[in-house]
């Protein structure tokens, strides 16, 4: 069975960072990632332009589905935008059990 990894970051458009990286980095390694998606970003391989952050009430919707259905061996945490979603992120942790946090 593959080791199921969950990933909390923005998404990168440009697939070079973020989501699309980390999901292409567990799949390398034998793993199957489900994904919570803190922001959108406007970017391509040079830079920034800017980001909307995911509202935190449909994050914290999405987290709550996941985790009533799916348990996990790794969360791996990347751009969170703002103190509302790490406090979020803080509250899922004890959920998630005695697992490694990247």
Known sequence: MKARILVIAGHDPSGGAGIHADIEAIHALGG?????ITALTVQNTIGVQSFRLTPIE??????????????????????????????????LLPRLGNIPVV
């Open 32 to 36: 199957f990632a489900s994904t919570l």
């Open 58 to 91: 449909l994050l914290r919707q999405q987290a709550d589905c996941l985790l009533d259905d799916m348990t996990f061996e790794a969360v791996k945490i990347g751009m969170t935008g703002s103190a509302e979603v790490v406090e979020l992120i803080a509250s």
